[in-house]
Nanobody, 129 residues
Framework: QVQVTESGGGLVQPGGSLNLSCTAS????????MGWFRQRPGKEREGVAC????????YYADSVKGRFTIFKDYAKETTYLRMNNLKREDTAMYYC??????????????????????WGQGTQVTVSS
């Protein structure tokens, strides 16, 4: 019943910007924390950004701080990841996940989100000139 879907990926030049969207249907959006993750070929999945159910507790990986912004639009029930000043190293498959855990962003997300309750299928981001 629950469906998580990412969109907005594509090809962008280094230094450019890209916005990713995540929709989560079949759940109470206001009661879920949302996390963004990425996985590069041959590397472990890593959390890049996370936001609590309230939308007031953002978390970021050190590698994206100051460049990425996560936020929730409750009216549209959509979670966004705004990526600025993209680098080639940001190239990866980006995933969105939803979880009701009150401590999700400070626990599961930091460990790579492996046990997240609901996952999307991912959207590819490629940074290249």
């Amino acid at each position: 019943q629950v469906q998580v879907t990412e969109s907005g990926g594509g090809l962008v030049q280094p230094g450019g910007s890209l916005n990713l969207s995540c929709t989560a249907s079949g759940l109470d959006f206001g009661d879920y924390a949302m996390g963004w993750f990425r996985q590069r070929p041959g590397k472990e999945r890593e959390g890049v950004a996370c936001i609590s159910w309230s939308g007031d507790t953002p978390y970021y990986a050190d590698s994206v701080k100051g460049r990425f912004t996560i936020f929730k639009d409750y009216a549209k029930e959509t979670t966004y990841l705004r990526m600025n000043n993209l680098k080639r190293e940001d190239t990866a498959m980006y995933y969105c996940a939803a979880d009701r855990s009150r401590a999700y962003c400070s626990t599961t997300w930091k460990r790579g989100g492996r046990t997240s309750a609901h996952w999307g299928q991912g959207t590819q981001v490629t940074v290249s000139s």
